[in-house]
């Protein structure tokens, strides 16, 4: 990351180095934005920080879904692995140096050297010498810590602020089933469920959620955390029989226009033949507007080698700051049977 970037655009500080070991370091800078949440309304959040990594490390190799680590005191076995217990956290590795920067996997098992992640019909390929983190998942704990920045409710029957989640395994537009919580005594609770605290839900970094205020009164929502400063990559989910929704964020702190995101540029977003014939899709969301189960304030695709809007005939929207930081927005990938991969760059 460029040090002499000018970070009181997105009110970032630098933040020390995070070490792990000899030869590994992963330089890091800090920053937060304030996002109002009307009352009476839907917000389409995402996470534009990531939470400081627990660990660092090197490669030193890798075989199928684990990834053998060096330069490093050993970990305690099954540091890095959530149990099921309802404090606990859940762990991604995201690999920060060489070809594959910007992929991140799930974690699933971890011993003193050696970390396993659920490849998810993807490739780890990542070399020996490559950098990598450990970075634990927001959870609408940290996020909204007691409650902070929503409405607590008074009791299950009386809720005043929703967190949805959608289905990200939902393979159609009609399917899929989304979770949905609200904070009651200073804890996150699932609707409709048994009062069991949920305070370490997992939210996944590339992905949203939806904070839905019941009442009038608006709040504010403080994000702040780590900036990362390699490439993102994100994997987006298509079906071979129909259309797919992906419910995504960009983890970034700075706005990005449609050219600039790498959408196109990287194969994952499939141009249209016409614009009356749309392959892919882009949904955007209007967090200004204040309405309950709104609709998407604007819908982009890709034809004629620049970026349509539509209703706006042929004007080109190249250059529409659409990627803002902290929103969400749906992907509509046309029916396929090869899931793409958006790279996406830093522009600091």
């Given at each position: 990351?460029?040090?002499?970037?000018?970070?009181?655009?997105?009110?970032?500080?630098?933040?020390?180095?995070?070490?792990?070991?000899?030869?590994?370091?992963?330089?890091?800078?800090?920053?937060?934005?304030?996002?109002?949440?009307?009352?009476?309304?839907?917000?389409?959040?995402?996470?534009?920080?990531?939470?400081?990594?627990?660990?660092?490390?090197?490669?030193?190799?890798?075989?199928?879904?684990?990834?053998?680590v060096s330069g490093i005191n050993p970990w305690q076995p099954?540091?890095?692995?959530?149990?099921?217990?309802?404090?606990?956290?859940?762990?991604?590795?995201?690999?920060?140096?060489?070809?594959?920067?910007?992929?991140?996997?799930?974690?699933?098992?971890?011993?003193?050297?050696?970390?396993?992640?659920?490849?998810?019909?993807?490739?780890?390929?990542?070399?020996?010498?490559?950098?990598?983190?450990?970075?634990?998942?927001?959870?609408?704990?940290?996020?909204?810590?007691?409650?902070?920045?929503?409405?607590?409710?008074?009791?299950?029957?009386?809720?005043?602020?929703?967190?949805?989640?959608?289905?990200?395994?939902?393979?159609?537009?009609?399917?899929?089933?989304?979770?949905?919580?609200?904070c009651i005594g200073g804890d996150w609770v699932e609707v409709?469920?048994?009062?069991?605290?949920?305070?370490?839900?997992?939210?996944?970094?590339?992905?949203?959620?939806?904070?839905?205020?019941?009442?009038?009164?608006?709040?504010?929502?403080?994000?702040?955390?780590?900036?990362?400063?390699?490439?993102?990559?994100?994997?987006?989910?298509?079906?071979?029989?129909?259309?797919?929704?992906?419910?995504?964020?960009?983890?970034?702190?700075?706005?990005?226009?449609?050219?600039?995101?790498?959408?196109?540029?990287?194969?994952?977003?499939?141009a249209s033949p016409t614009p009356g014939n749309r392959t892919?899709?882009?949904?955007?969301?209007?967090?200004?507007?204040?309405?309950?189960?709104?609709?998407?304030?604007?819908?982009?695709?890709?034809?004629?080698?620049?970026?349509?809007?539509?209703?706006?005939?042929?004007?080109?929207?190249?250059?529409?700051?659409?990627?803002?930081?902290?929103?969400?927005?749906?992907?509509?990938?046309?029916?396929?049977?090869?899931?793409?991969?958006?790279?996406?760059?830093?522009?600091?």
């Amino acid at each position: 990351m460029n040090s002499s970037f000018p970070f009181l655009l997105f009110a970032a500080a630098a933040i020390p180095v995070l070490t792990a070991g000899a030869g590994v370091t992963v330089p890091g800078f800090s920053g937060f934005r304030r996002l109002a949440l009307p009352g009476n309304s839907d917000s389409y959040l995402s996470t534009p920080f990531a939470r400081p990594p627990a660990a660092t490390a090197l490669i030193g190799s890798v075989a199928g879904g684990t990834v053998t680590v060096s330069g490093i005191n050993p970990w305690q076995p099954g540091r890095f692995v959530n149990q099921g217990g309802p404090e606990e956290e859940t762990y991604y590795l995201l690999i920060v140096s060489g070809s594959s920067a910007g992929s991140w996997f799930m974690i699933t098992g971890s011993t003193a050297v050696t970390l396993t992640v659920d490849l998810d019909g993807d490739t780890l390929n990542a070399a020996a010498n490559d950098r990598i983190a450990v970075i634990p998942c927001w959870t609408l704990g940290t996020l909204f810590p007691g409650g902070l920045g929503v409405h607590g409710s008074p009791s299950p029957s009386e809720i005043r602020t929703e967190i949805v989640l959608p289905d990200f395994n939902a393979a159609t537009l009609a399917g899929g089933v989304p979770k949905v919580f609200s904070c009651i005594g200073g804890d996150w609770v699932e609707v409709a469920e048994p009062l069991i605290p949920r305070n370490h839900q997992a939210i996944l970094p590339d992905s949203f959620f939806i904070v839905r205020h019941r009442i009038p009164a608006a709040t504010e929502f403080l994000t702040q955390g780590a900036v990362i400063s390699s490439r993102l990559r994100s994997a987006l989910g298509v079906n071979p029989a129909s259309k797919r929704d992906n419910f995504l964020g960009l983890q970034r702190p700075t706005p990005y226009t449609l050219a600039a995101s790498g959408l196109v540029s990287s194969g994952a977003f499939a141009a249209s033949p016409t614009p009356g014939n749309r392959t892919d899709e882009l949904f955007v969301y209007d967090n200004a507007l204040v309405k309950l189960n709104k609709s998407a304030s604007a819908t982009y695709f890709y034809w004629n080698n620049a970026w349509r809007k539509v209703g706006s005939g042929t004007a080109n929207f190249d250059n529409a700051m659409v990627f803002t930081p902290g929103t969400g927005f749906i992907i509509r990938k046309n029916a396929s049977s090869t899931p793409p991969f958006w790279l996406n760059s830093p522009n600091y």
